[in-house]
């Protein structure tokens, strides 16, 4: 008789990670409890223009694997110029990099 000792002892995986993702600098503010919150980012556009996000509001944040990496996903959107645009931040605590997917790209 098995007692489920041991079974789904692994993360769940995502599979792969299929977003087009593009390299960042990221500024965080991490909390006493160690909650990492993202304030500001800055991004290389295709002409080689950097820009800055600030005023980050974060929807959703999760830990997840995809194909047996851990990364903090992070679901956010700003506001500029009266224009909202959502995006998802990437954390690759391995790697200490993080990397951003624009949504409806």
């Known amino acids: 008789m098995s007692m489920g000792i041991g079974t789904n002892a692994q993360n769940p995986d995502e599979g792969e990670l299929t977003r087009e993702l593009e390299q960042i600098a990221c500024g965080v503010w991490f ?36 194909c047996g990496i851990a990364i903090q996903e992070f679901c956010c959107s700003t506001i500029v110029e009266n224009q909202e645009y959502q995006f998802r931040l990437y954390y690759y605590p391995q790697a200490h990099c993080w990397k951003i997917s624009w949504e409806g790209e």
């Open 31 to 66: 909390t006493s409890t160690g909650r990492t919150i993202p304030q500001m980012v800055k991004y290389q556009d295709g002409e080689g223009l950097i820009h800055s996000i600030t005023h980050i509001q974060v929807q959703k944040q999760a830990e997840k694997y995809y």
